[in-house]
Each structure stands twice: as C-alpha cells, then as structure tokens.
C-alpha cells in the first residue's frame, strides 16, 4: 500500500476502557502526526514524531493519552480510561522530511465512540 | 494562538460554475499552506500545498493563492462538477513541529 493506513477504522468503547489506536506511515516518511478531529470541526493538532523521537506532545488533552512511534515506523496512540468527550476521528498524517516543506499525508482515521 | 477561518461555512452552486472558498489565518509566521477535501466519512486529500515564499499553485482546474502579508488564502474552482461536492480544509504549517492548523472548512455542494 502506497498511502497511510489506520487501524482499527471504527472502535467502541465503554466509558472507563483503554483503547490502542494503529498508525502505519508511508515508508520511509521521517514525521508523523496525530491529529484529533472533532463532528464538524477541523482536525487539531496532538503530537509530533520525528522519527522515533516525540518532538511535540503539546496538542495532547490530558496525561490519559499516550503515543509512541518506538522503531520510527509505526505508531500507536494510546487513551486510557477514556471519556465520552474523547469520542472523536483520530487523524494520523506522515511526511517525508521535517522541514515544513512537504505535504502531510493523512490516513483514513479511526473513529472512536465512547458510550 | 494561530487560528484559520473559512468563509462561507457551506456553498452550493450549480454544475459549470467557477467557485473561490476563502482562508484567513492570524499569524502570518507560516511555512507553508495546505488545502485539502474531505469527503464523509474519509481522511483528508491533500490538494496544493503553497510554500510560504510562492503566492499560487495550480493543479488541474484548482488554483489556489497565498497573502502572507495578510494573512488570506483562496482557492480557486473552475468548471465545477458535481464530483467536487465536499468539505474543503484550509490549513497552514507552523509552529515548531510545523504541525497544520486548520479551519472549520467549507461544506461545497455542486447540485447537477
């Protein structure tokens, strides 16, 4: 596959469960971001991986949430005991270089319900 | 804060029409800008990215331009078809993750 993929694409969650959200990255992409988008808004920014560094976290909501990006391909975010106001479509989008001068890519996102 | 307004939120023309959605953005200390459509359901399309040195990019029948100076971008829609009908993002590159900041985005509707 040439482009970004997500995994799962729709998860449900009760209130109070930990959830693991996957990122797979264009290969050979070095930055990866996490974006957090809520119904009607546009995507808001999370975190910054360049490579297996976490450069930025400062987008993240609260210490409930986690990323990590440990081998500088993958990348998973992390939300332990989740709220119904984390229901959301998590965004992750990679680049080649990190210089701000390439496009971002985006992933199809997953949707996550809190019930 | 950078924050990025789109102006209309929602638009509807008739097939044929050419169209401009609008961008505005408060900082003008940007690398660069990235339109992208969203269609439901979907993640982002990347569309033009404009560099902060460039004042326009083409692409097709989209054209899009950048005004640093104050701090507004357009895009540009020629000949529009019905298969155009969807949300349009605006976002610009910044910060020290150069991490995008988007707008709300403009709702299109090309009726046939």
């Known amino acids: 596959g040439a482009g970004v993929s997500q995994s799962p694409r729709y998860k449900v969650a009760k209130r109070g469960q930990d959830v693991a959200l996957r990122c797979d990255p264009i290969s050979g992409h070095v930055s990866l971001f996490w974006y957090q988008q809520a119904l009607g808004q546009g995507p808001e920014f999370l975190t910054y991986f360049q490579n297996e560094a976490q450069l930025d976290k400062s987008g993240l909501p609260s210490d409930r949430f986690f990323a990590e990006r440990p081998e500088g391909s993958v990348s998973t975010l992390k939300i332990q005991r989740t709220q119904q106001e984390d229901s959301a479509v998590y965004l992750c989008a990679s680049s080649l270089g990190v210089l701000g001068f390439y496009e971002q890519y985006f992933g199809p996102g997953t949707r996550l319900t809190v019930t | 804060k950078q924050e990025v307004t789109q102006i209309p939120a929602a638009l509807s023309v008739p097939e044929g029409e050419n169209l401009v959605l609008n961008c505005s953005f408060t900082?003008?200390?940007?690398?660069?800008l990235q339109w992208f459509r969203q269609d439901p359901g979907k993640g982002l399309t990347s569309l033009l990215l404009i560099q902060s040195s460039q004042r326009e990019q083409t692409s097709g029948r989209l054209n899009a331009s950048l005004d640093k100076s104050s701090g507004r971008s357009t895009l540009y829609i020629a000949a529009s078809q019905p298969g155009d009908s969807a949300t349009y993002l605006c976002?610009?590159?910044?910060?020290?993750?150069?991490?995008?900041?988007f707008g709300s985005g403009t709702q299109l509707t090309v009726l046939p």
């Open positions: 976002a610009v590159g910044g910060g020290s993750a150069r991490q995008l900041t």
């Open positions: 900082d003008s200390a940007i690398y660069n």
